[in-house]
């Protein structure tokens, strides 16, 4: 079994090359700041993420890597990952806590 070496903005990632998704954990700030709501529709979360800007993400998770600040590379990976709907969410006082796999490296979708 080989190993691909990624690397996100400065970030090493370790993946096994026959993975082609990685599951990340990210806490974002969603819907008005001003006042919090524990709950959302799951369209209105989808809405909300398609609209999320970079400095919405409070921190994202993946194994023993964190990030604050979360790299431009990852971003748009989630991003687009997001607009397939491949996610699972909690949610309280304004803050989501999104599950979900994100396609990482080259490899082409079989």
């Not at 990624?6 to 998704?21: A, F, G, P, R, Y």
């Not at 809405?47 to 604050?68: F, H, R, V």
């Not at 991003?79 to 490899?107: C, Q």
Request: charged content about 30%.
């Amino acid at each position: 079994m080989a190993i691909l070496f990624i690397e996100i903005k400065s970030i090493n990632i370790l993946v096994l090359t026959h993975e082609k998704n990685m599951k990340f954990h990210f806490e974002i700030l969603i819907g008005d700041r001003y006042e919090a709501t524990d709950y959302l529709s799951d369209d209105e979360v989808h809405q909300s993420l398609l609209k999320m800007q970079k400095q919405d993400i409070l921190k994202a998770e993946t194994g023993d890597e964190y990030w604050e600040d979360v790299p431009d590379e990852l971003f748009e990976l989630l991003k687009t990952s997001v607009k397939a709907k491949n996610y699972d969410f909690t949610m309280a006082r304004g803050h989501l806590w999104l599950n979900i796999e994100i396609p990482i490296g080259n490899e082409p979708n079989s």
